[in-house]
């Protein structure tokens, strides 16, 4: 039986929120708490990217100043997990360690270990669910097997999708009875040197206030068209909450949440739910098959005769494609750390397909440039795209970049945006590679769309061998 007088260690990880925190809000109840985060990126499966970094870095300022009107301080720590764990529960008498679950595979693997010393040190350690509506291990076919393919895995889900409400953040904390030494934010070296951040500062406000009106303004304003608007890259048509429920600054349920009080009557139905869905089919994927990280799900993929080609790879990494969607896209990427769905899949199709470059060096980069950059979404969205993943694109459909421009950027606003060299050509000629007007250093097609193409359906061919 709780005494309320205990001292509990919430381990902050991927779950940088007050509101809707079950570790936290458990935690509160037992007494006082200390919050701790621990940068050890090489406990990761990937050591986070560049733009991730910077986003962290700035959403951990953010929950040090919530934590603080609550009446505590995030304690910072660097190096290995346990051994912090260990030496903050000695040093402040805690007799517990509760946080929220996650689902990469090392860390997963790490997780069990650390919970295992733990709890052999007599300490109570506790877990909760928090950044998914359905854990990968509570859904299953009638067959009791992962589900492969995307309608049935959430049609499932929102059967059992429950009306449990968010959780409110403590009222107040108690904060530990002894003070703890913290290390500086600054310290964890996570802003980047090249002046990267300014513009990305510009377009984001990473932490959990930024999160809540995000998900407020898009309710209001582009819940109701997002099925008509997510496809237009030149339009707020879509949330951009990827990087705030990457960092768990919003939780899945919250948002839930927002859309049924929204007096929306048709939310669970909507399209955007089912967004929310692909992230929980991403998770479910990952879980049941952590191999996808690196290599194909379907293993006739093992096959495929990807090129080598560091010219066109940087050429596509830089927006030099001459492709004028593709290059927009790219430094959108760039310059904000995020890009529209629909350009994620011209891009992405682009690099395995056009240029038979292996996905892996697209997750890669991807990887290293997005805020949102999350294991389970993209590679999912690499492998969906390579075609070699579950419930994919088949293979041999190949987007054309510029009937996709025509038809999703249809004034060519979205490319004069991002290539300024384009600026002054008009639509329709702005779609079409060979119309453009080179005067202004815009780079030739680095290769043809239609021998592209042959070339691509070729390579295909060797997986059915
Ligand atoms: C090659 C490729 C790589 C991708 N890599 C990532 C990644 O690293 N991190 C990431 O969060 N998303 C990734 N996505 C999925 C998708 O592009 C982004 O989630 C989406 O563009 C985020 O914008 P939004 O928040 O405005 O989305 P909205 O359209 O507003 O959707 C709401 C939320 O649903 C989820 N979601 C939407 N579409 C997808 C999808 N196709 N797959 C999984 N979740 C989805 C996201 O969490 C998103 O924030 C990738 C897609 C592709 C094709």
Same mark, same amino acid.
């Given at each position: 039986m ?6 509990? #260690? ?22 006082? #708490? ?11 499966d990937?050591?986070?990217g560049?733009?991730? %970094?910077?986003?962290?870095?700035? $959403? ?5 100043? $919530? ?8 304690t ?34 790490r997780?069990?270990? #650390? ?21 990968p ?17 959430w ?5 059992? +999708? ?17 003070? +703890? ?24 406000t990473?932490?959990e ?17 997002y ?82 080609? $560091? ?47 292996h ?22 969205g ?10 994919a ?40 590679? $060979? ?5 202004q ?6 290769v043809?769309?239609?021998?592209? %193409? ?12």
């Amino acid at each position: 039986m709780s005494t309320n007088d205990q001292t509990i #260690i919430v381990w902050f990880r991927t779950d940088l929120r007050i509101q809707d925190n079950p570790a936290l809000f458990e935690a509160a109840k037992e007494g006082r #708490i200390i919050p701790v985060f621990i940068w050890s990126p090489e406990e990761e499966d990937m050591s986070p990217g560049a733009a991730t %970094r910077w986003w962290l870095h700035h $959403s951990i300022k953010s929950l040090t100043e $919530s934590l603080e009107k609550l009446g505590t301080t995030l304690t910072l720590r660097t190096g290995e997990s346990i051994k912090n764990l260990k030496k903050l529960a000695e040093d402040t008498g805690a007799t517990g360690v509760y946080w929220n679950r996650r689902y990469e595979p090392m860390i997963r693997k790490r997780d069990d270990e #650390i919970a295992c010393q733990l709890r052999q040190a007599g300490l109570t350690v506790k877990t909760f669910k928090a950044s998914l509506l359905s854990e990968p291990e509570e859904i299953e076919n009638q067959s009791g097997l992962p589900f492969k393919v995307f309608t049935p895995f959430w049609k499932h889900c929102l059967k059992k +999708l429950n009306a449990s409400t968010p959780l409110p953040a403590p009222q107040k904390v108690k904060p530990p009875k002894v003070s +703890l030494r913290t290390t500086e934010l600054s310290e964890l070296n996570l802003k980047p040197e090249q002046d990267w951040g300014h513009s990305m500062n510009e377009v984001w406000t990473p932490g959990e206030p930024g999160a809540a009106s995000a998900l407020e303004l898009f309710i209001n304003d582009s819940f109701n068209e997002y099925a008509q608007n997510r496809n237009f890259p030149n339009t707020k048509g879509t949330s951009r909450l990827s990087p705030h429920l990457r960092f768990g600054e919003v939780s899945p349920r919250q948002i839930k949440h927002s859309l049924m009080q929204s007096g929306h009557t048709h939310w669970k139905e909507s399209h955007y739910l089912s967004e929310i869905g692909w992230r929980e089919f991403g998770y479910h994927l990952l879980y049941h098959f952590p191999h996808t990280v690196r290599e194909p799900l379907r293993p006739q993929f093992n096959r495929f005769p990807w090129r080598e080609n $560091s010219p066109q790879l940087r050429s596509w990494q830089k927006g030099q494609t001459g492709y004028p969607l593709v290059d927009a896209g790219m430094r959108e990427l760039w310059a904000t750390g995020w890009m529209h769905n629909r350009v994620r899949m011209v891009v992405a199709s682009f690099l395995v397909k056009h240029l038979l470059i292996h996905w892996r060096h697209g997750a890669d980069w991807f990887w290293d440039t997005l805020v949102d950059a999350d294991l389970a979404s993209n590679t999912q969205g690499w492998q969906w795209t390579a075609g070699s993943g579950a419930d994919a694109a088949p293979y041999f459909r190949i987007f054309n970049p510029t009937t996709q421009a025509i038809k999703f950027d249809p004034e060519g606003d979205y490319i004069r945006k991002w290539v300024p060299e384009l600026r002054h050509v008009s639509a329709p000629d702005i779609f079409e590679p $060979s119309k453009v007007d080179r005067g202004q250093n815009y780079p030739s097609p680095i290769v043809n769309h239609s021998d592209a %193409r042959d070339r691509a359906l070729k390579a295909y061919e060797k997986t059915k061998a």
